[in-house]
């Protein structure tokens, strides 16, 4: 899925770490793709973000964040981007 052009989304960027396996989700805002912490608040906008797009680096860290959000029913609000935010 593809996201709207000129839509303001929030979304993580996703990489899988090649150690252990594991997901590593970093959310970002979507307006000014500021790096967000924990509380998911953007400083820069002073806005609270909702991240539910998730770029994701590598076709293989694709793969496994759609199988985790059709795998899911907690996730089914998440879509998943093959490929960095450009």
């Known amino acids: ?17 090649e150690d252990d396996g594991s997901l590593e989700m970093e959310p970002h805002c979507g307006r000014c793709d500021e790096h ?16 539910l797009d998730i770029y994701c ?3 293989t860290t694709y793969a ?11 996730f089914k609000k998440f879509r998943a981007i093959n490929g960095l935010k450009k």
Request: hydrophobic share 30%; proline share 2%; glycine share 2%.
């Open 1 to 17: 899925m593809n996201p709207v052009k000129d839509e303001i989304r929030d979304y993580f960027v996703a990489v899988l770490n």
């Open 36 to 51: 967000l912490n924990e509380d998911y608040y953007c400083d820069n906008c002073r806005r609270n973000c909702i991240c």
């Open 57 to 59: 680096e590598t076709e």
């Open 64 to 74: 496994e964040v759609t199988r985790l959000i059709e795998g899911q029913e907690r």
